[in-house]
T-cell receptor, first 111, second 112 residues
């Protein structure tokens, strides 16, 4: 059974600092990995999807890396802003339609 | 497009009452998912529909839970009778197949 772990559970940084969020998974036979953002009281918004053949995916200040062999992905957020405060979840498919989610890392960016 | 629309946003009910949650997926999407989110268990898939047909309901906790999708633009999740342990945020999500999901804003359910 695929287990997805995110450490740390919470992170607080001053504005401008770079953020590094970690995601690990137990079964390396994945075909993609997604990072989501969840704001309080809201649903999840997909940020980045990395295919298994890719090592990196970038969108603006966000960069996600994937190392399948070690079962790890990292989400980097450059020059953090208070608006980046949210919970970030990673997810991997366990079949064609089912996602296994991590518990998330709650980020607070202090102004 | 307005995205996935869920109603109500909040529901407070008493134990034993029937609860119905509603979802309108994104037009053109053929896959619909109901997820439940709690602090203890995180996000769990309850049921998955493809082309309005339930494909996987293995995540539905027990017979008190039922879900329907009478057409491509509407789905319901019903809990009867509700219990305090059903308190959670229930999300509906849709996709064009595969695992790139678009989530609604959720229904915060509190069963007293």
């Amino acid at each position: 059974k695929q287990e997805v772990t995110q450490i740390p559970a919470a992170l607080s940084v001053p504005e401008g600092e770079n953020l590094v969020l970690n995601c690990s998974f137990t079964d390396s036979a994945i075909y993609n990995l997604q990072w989501f953002r969840q704001d309080p009281g809201k649903g999840l918004t997909s940020l980045l999807l990395i295919q298994s053949s890719q090592r990196e995916q970038t969108s603006g200040r966000l960069n996600a890396s994937l190392d399948k062999s070690s079962g790890r992905s990292t989400l980097y957020i450059a020059a953090s802003q208070p608006g980046d405060s949210a919970t970030y979840l990673c997810a991997v498919p366990t079949n064609d339609y089912k996602l296994s989610f991590g518990a998330g890392t709650t980020v607070t960016v202090r102004a | 497009d307005a995205g996935v629309i869920q109603s109500p946003r909040h529901e407070v009910t008493e134990m034993g009452q029937e609860v119905t949650l509603r979802c309108k997926p994104i037009s053109g999407h053929n896959s619909l998912f109901w997820y439940r989110q709690t602090m203890m268990r995180g996000l769990e898939l309850l049921i998955y529909f493809n082309n309005n047909v339930p494909i996987d309901d293995s995540g539905m906790p027990e017979d008190r839970f039922s879900a329907k999708m009478p057409n491509a633009s509407f789905s319901t999740l019903k809990i009867q009778p509700s219990e305090p342990r059903d308190s959670a945020v229930y999300f509906c999500a849709s996709s064009l197949g595969g695992t790139v999901l678009f989530f609604g804003s959720g229904t915060q359910l509190s069963v007293l």
